[in-house]
Structure formats: structure tokens, C-alpha cells
């Protein structure tokens, strides 16, 4: 499969995207194209999966011991300056303590348009060097002018700071888009800013990444919509694949937790299920030796559902017209990550010694009619199963139970390691989480502020997440 999409906060050039022809690959350009998707080169097999699947265990060794970094492996963050109207140093600050505590190596700051967003990246900037964390400017070339002197004086101004992101010395710089720069105007602002270049460019044919060809001296290019299905069917790394063959070992890729959207110009869903996120970071994992850079999409992608923070502080931290992300959390799917950044980065799971249960589900079932919504069902709305999605982090054998509403399930004997288990959603209420070991209980969680409901006003494909930890040593 060979695909991409971008996040942004603006909607306008949505359809910018559908103008862009699949033909010269003999293949049709998907239904669900956006700004955030472009071409479908083949789609893997039908898998068949059962929603009452027991568990599914990831053993990894209790013994191992870490090991020291080689140097060679780099995670990032995706923030979307667009949301960041009302942020002031501390916000940053806020946010940074937050990303460095899991060890990620930089943010990449997703610029637009709006001049706003200039005094926004300088409070970046400072944050950063005021507790070590080192940031880069990600272009976002479907609102930022596609303009090299532009370009080149926003880096050159700040690849001096202490806080600017730099590989081997050079100032790292990504994008969004950038096919209109062309191959002279990407050259040209690496030839003036002594950058590292890791874009995203579409619209061009794959086959110009190749070293040799008129994109081949891009230091590095990543796939953004590597990170989701583009079908009923789940993730696999043939999309990877295809593009680690034509740029070998600059190839660099995206991870990202869940995929929704409901606006009048663009309402998909992105086929999150059979835990997307675990699943995508084992698949970084298998190809670690491959792989370079992996981006984390995204921080905060209100508009988009990809965020992996707590969700929006206000009405103004998010895209107008969103309703489906207050009061859905996603920073466990950020707390569990931290578990896969240890071995990407250091090729060896970390030991867990907290039991913790993270879960994740849908507002409502998949097929029900919203009452009072002006716009239909999203696409790819038949996608998804109604489903409970856990992960039990068990530091030894353990019995968990999850429960929604009147039905449940109990899951006995579950072994050390990352236990990946799911209920289907066959009652309607409240949501139950429960860990005992040994005879005794240790985890008795039932979140007071989200029940799974057979009805809504507006459709919401956004997952809550939800995660709990014992107490006990």
C-alpha cells in the first residue's frame, strides 16, 4: 500500500487532494480522499477477527536489562501550532514536561498561515531550551506560502537557538506538502540554511524519492499516513515496505492512536480497532533496525481525533465546529506508548512493575442515527465493531475483568507482560475495569464521567480512553 495524509487544523483545502491522479500507478484514487490521504497502492488481504477473542499476550522477557541508547533511534511529537491560539510560555512548558517525560527526542511545530502563529513558535523556542527539549518547524505547506525565501528566513532565524532540533549539526526541517516548492526550491533551501530535510511531499510520482532521482537528495522523507488502515482491514506494514524500497534506509514513518473527522468537508473514520496503536508500535519494533525516525501524529489534533493528550482546554484550543473531543481523554494512549519508545530506542521492553489497565471505546454503537446531526454518518463508519479495547500491563499473573453495562468478562491466568484483550459491546451503561491476583483485589475502576449510550445528538467516532494502576506495590 502506498498512501499519506497530513493533520492541520484548517479545513479549507480539503479537496485540494482529489485533484491529484492515481492513474499512473493503475490505481483509483480512494473515496476517502482528503488532505489527509493520498493513493491506496494495494490493499493486504482480509483478516478475519473475532470481538470475542479472549487475549492476545506480547511476552516479553522479564529478565531483560536496558540498554544504553546507540544514538540511532529518534521518536517525535507532532503539535499543531494551529491550536495554540490562547498559549502563553507556560503552556508550552506544561507541554514539553509532559512529551520529555517520555523521553521523546524532539516536537516538530506544524506552522500555517496565520501571522499569530510567528509569536507562538518564538514561546516554543524559549520553552524548549528552559527544559531541554529540542523542537523543529514542520511546514504545513497547504496553508504555509509555498515560498523558499519565506522558508528559508523562518528556519535561518531560528536554527541558532538553543532549542532547535539538529541531526549531525544541521538544523532539522519537515513539511506537510511541499511539492510546489519543486526539486530546485527544496535544494535551494538546503543549500541556504544547511538544513536536514525530512518532508512529506505528494502529489509527485514515489519513484523521484529514489537516490539519483529529482527528490533523491532529501536527507529523509516520511510517510504520514503510513500510521492508519486505509480500509476495513487492519494495519500491516505493506505501505512501509513499498516505500523503504524506494528510499532504503532514509525512509521514516508515522504513528498515530485513532483517526475521526466531522466536518461538512471532510466526515471519515479510520478503522481504529484490534488496538491500533499497540499494534502499529510492534510493528515499529519488527523494523526498528530499518528505521530511523518515527513521529508520533499527533499532539493535538482536535479536529482529527489523533491527538494524544487530554483534549482541548478550551473552545479556542480546537478547530470550530468540533464537538466529538471534549470529555475524551487519549493521554493513556501517551502513557502506554512510553512502554514502545523504551524499545524502539533501546531494542528491550522495560520491566513493568505497576499493574495497569488502559481502555478505549466509541460513545455509541457504530449504527445508530443521531438525532439532531445535519450531517450523515461519517465514512468508514461500517468499519468498526463495537468493541471494549484493553490492555492489561501485568507485572505477574493477573484476572481481569471488564464489564460495560450488564454484560462482562473475565480474563484468568493473564501472564506477565502486555495482554491484549477486548469485550464486545452487547449492553449499554456504565464501564467496569477490575484486576485482582493472589485472591485479592487490586483494581476496581469505573471512570464516573462516560457511559456507552444507544443514543446522540451528533455522531462521535472519538475513542475515550481510559487507564488504571494499582496502588499496590
Known amino acids: 500500500m502506498k498512501l499519506g495524509f497530513p493533520s492541520f487544523f484548517s479545513t ?25 490521504q493520498l493513493r491506496s497502492r494495494a490493499e493486504p488481504e482480509s483478516q478475519a477477527f473475532d470481538a470475542t477473542s479472549r487475549s492476545v499476550h506480547s511476552d516479553h522477557s522479564a529478565d531483560s536489562q536496558l540498554e544504553k541508547r546507540d544514538g540511532t533511534k529518534y521518536v517525535f511529537m507532532h503539535h499543531i501550532v494551529g491550536n495554540t491560539y490562547e498559549y502563553t510560555r507556560d503552556s508550552w512548558l506544561n507541554d514539553f514536561d509532559q512529551i520529555r517525560a517520555k523521553d521523546i527526542d524532539a516536537v516538530a511545530l506544524n506552522i500555517g498561515r496565520d501571522t499569530w502563529q510567528s509569536a507562538r513558535v518564538q514561546d516554543a523556542y524559549s520553552a524548549a531550551a528552559m527544559v531541554g527539549m529540542s523542537v523543529f518547524v514542520s511546514f504545513d505547506y497547504t496553508s504555509f506560502d509555498c515560498n523558499i525565501e519565506t522558508t528559508v528566513n523562518w528556519v535561518n532565524a531560528y536554527k541558532g537557538l538553543p532549542g532547535q532540533f539538529k541531526i549531525d549539526g544541521r538544523p532539522m526541517i519537515s513539511s506537510y506538502s511541499g511539492d510546489c516548492l519543486g526539486p530546485d526550491g527544496w535544494q535551494t533551501i538546503r543549500d541556504q540554511t544547511g538544513g536536514f530535510l525530512m518532508p512529506f511531499i505528494y502529489g509527485d510520482d514515489d519513484q523521484q524519492l529514489k537516490k539519483g532521482s529529482s527528490y533523491g537528495f532529501f536527507d529523509s522523507w516520511y510517510c504520514w499516513g503510513c500510521a492508519w488502515p486505509q480500509g476495513n482491514y487492519n494495519k500491516t506494514t505493506d505501505d512501509d515496505h513499498y516505500y523503504m524500497n524506494i528510499l532504503e534506509s532514509r525512509y521514516a ?4 492512536p485513532w483517526m475521526f473527522t466531522h466536518y461538512d468537508n471532510k466526515n471519515f473514520y479510520l478503522r481504529g480497532d484490534d488496538w491500533l496503536l499497540i499494534t502499529r508500535w510492534e510493528q515499529l519494533i519488527s523494523m526498528r533496525d530499518q528505521l530511523t525516525f518515527v513521529e508520533m501524529v499527533t499532539w493535538n489534533d482536535y479536529g482529527e481525533s489523533d491527538y494524544f493528550g487530554t483534549g482541548p482546554s478550551s473552545a479556542n484550543s480546537q478547530p470550530s465546529g468540533t464537538t466529538w473531543t471534549d470529555g475524551f481523554p487519549h493521554n493513556g494512549f501517551f502513557d502506554l506508548s512510553a512502554y514502545y519508545i523504551t524499545y524502539f530506542k533501546t531494542g528491550v521492553y522495560p520491566r513493568i ?43 505477574s499473573t ?76
Open 12 to 36: 479549507v483545502l480539503f479537496f485540494l487532494l482529489l485533484s491529484f491522479s492515481a492513474a499512473k500507478h493503475n490505481t483509483p484514487l480512494s473515496r476517502r480522499s482528503s488532505k489527509r
Open 253 to 256: 514513518t508515522t504513528i498515530s
Open 353 to 395: 512493575t505497576k499493574d495497569t489497565v488502559y481502555f478505549w471505546l466509541r460513545p455509541h454503537p457504530a449504527s445508530i442515527n443521531a438525532k439532531n446531526d445535519p450531517l450523515p454518518k461519517p465514512e468508514g463508519w461500517d468499519w468498526t465493531s463495537d468493541t471494549l479495547w484493553a490492555a492489561a500491563f501485568c507485572s
Open 398 to 473: 493477573c484476572n481481569v475483568t471488564l464489564r460495560v453495562g450488564s454484560y462482562s468478562q473475565d480474563f484468568d491466568n493473564l501472564p506477565y507482560g502486555v495482554n491484549k484483550i477486548s469485550l464486545p459491546l452487547k449492553a449499554l451503561g456504565n464501564v467496569t475495569v477490575k484486576m485482582s491476583k493472589n485472591g485479592q483485589e487490586v483494581i476496581n475502576h469505573t471512570p464516573s464521567d462516560f457511559q456507552y449510550q444507544e443514543y446522540t445528538d451528533h455522531y462521535n467516532y472519538n475513542a475515550y480512553v481510559g487507564s488504571v494502576t494499582t496502588t499496590l506495590s
